[in-house]
């Protein structure tokens, strides 16, 4: 069965401190994702990857970065986290489209880490 | 940013009903996702619906999709009380060789039993 999974279901943290939020996929997806899910907002696109050692920048990557070091994880960090990052952090990985742009590929999400930060 | 924006926010119905939420998009789209949250956990893929194809169908959902005025909707017919959830549609945007998804804000379905 494939698998997203996030290191932490829930995180409270301190405004200040460093956050690591962890991802791993067992499927060798070569995309990799991070969204926040607010309520009201739905969910908004923080950053991706689409092979080891590559990024881009998302709708909101403000106050965040990222790593990917190998293929299967992909960590997102709160260089110094804010009471206006508290929210609902969801992975998710898939396959890019084969061969030709737009044909799409659905993405597996992780069961999300909910982030409170005091 | 193109996104899809679900219709209504919210939909409470009865078990054994059928429930109708819409997508609209602003701009032209190679497909289109619909996925589904259940409370506090991660999205679920239910459907893929490409700009060529029309009408899609898998188990008691039914999804269509009118290019013409940027629109989806959703059917899942004989509802339950498990499919009580978030249902989101979710648009594709191309970047590079790459791809990315944008996600509208939902429907919150209430299944009563």
């Known amino acids: 069965d494939v698998k997203v999974t996030q290191s932490s279901r829930y995180l409270v943290k301190r405004t200040g401190e460093k956050v690591f939020l962890e991802c791993v996929q067992d499927?060798?997806?070569?995309?990799m994702f991070w969204y926040r899910q607010d309520p009201g907002l739905g969910l908004r696109l923080i950053y991706f990857s689409y092979d080891v050692k590559m990024k881009e920048k998302g709708d909101i990557p403000e106050g965040y970065s990222v790593s990917r070091e190998k293929k299967e994880r992909f960590s997102l960090i709160l260089e110094s986290a804010s009471t206006n990052q508290t929210s609902m952090y969801l992975c998710a990985s898939s396959l890019p489209p084969p061969f030709a742009r737009g044909l799409g590929e659905k993405l597996f999400f992780g069961s999300g880490t909910q982030l409170s930060v005091l | 940013s193109q996104q899809g924006e679900e219709d209504p926010q919210a939909l409470s119905i009865q078990e054994g009903e059928n429930a109708t939420m819409n997508c609209s998009y602003k701009?032209?789209?190679?497909?289109l996702q619909w996925y589904r949250q259940n409370s506090g956990r991660g999205l679920v893929h239910l459907i893929l619906i490409r700009s060529n194809e029309r009408e899609k169908h898998s188990g008691r959902l039914r999804v269509t999709l009118d290019t013409s005025k940027k629109s989806s909707s959703l059917l899942i017919t004989a509802s339950r009380a498990a499919d009580t959830a978030s249902y989101f549609c979710?648009?594709?945007?191309?970047?590079?060789?790459?791809?990315?998804?944008?996600f509208g804000k939902g429907t919150l379905l209430t299944v009563n039993p």
């Open positions: 979710a648009t594709d945007a191309v970047r590079g060789s790459n791809y990315k998804l944008t």
């Open positions: 701009t032209s789209i190679n497909n």
């Open positions: 499927m060798d997806h070569e995309n």
